[in-house]
């Protein structure tokens, strides 16, 4: 099972995936720039002092975008 998966599987986080609505699952699946802002605005919250790692940034940015596919797929 991958982390995509896993995640689908937690009720917390599948609860905030389902709030979101099908135009924005497209729009970071499809819109890597809109990716990024999304996960700079979560990381913002959730780790103020990784905002600013480029590195973190792109792979939460890279991981949302691969989620917010397989959710649109199924």
């Given at each position: ?61 890279n991981a949302m975008q691969q989620l917010a596919q397989k959710v649109l797929k199924k």
């Amino acid at each position: 099972m991958d982390i995509a998966e896993e995640i689908l599987k937690n009720k917390k986080y599948k609860e905030q995936i389902d709030r979101l609505s099908n135009e924005t699952l497209l729009l970071i699946a499809n819109d890597h720039l809109a990716a990024l802002e999304a996960a700079q605005r979560g990381i913002q919250q959730v780790e103020p002092d990784k905002v600013n790692d480029v590195e973190y940034l792109e792979l939460v940015a890279n991981a949302m975008q691969q989620l917010a596919q397989k959710v649109l797929k199924k």
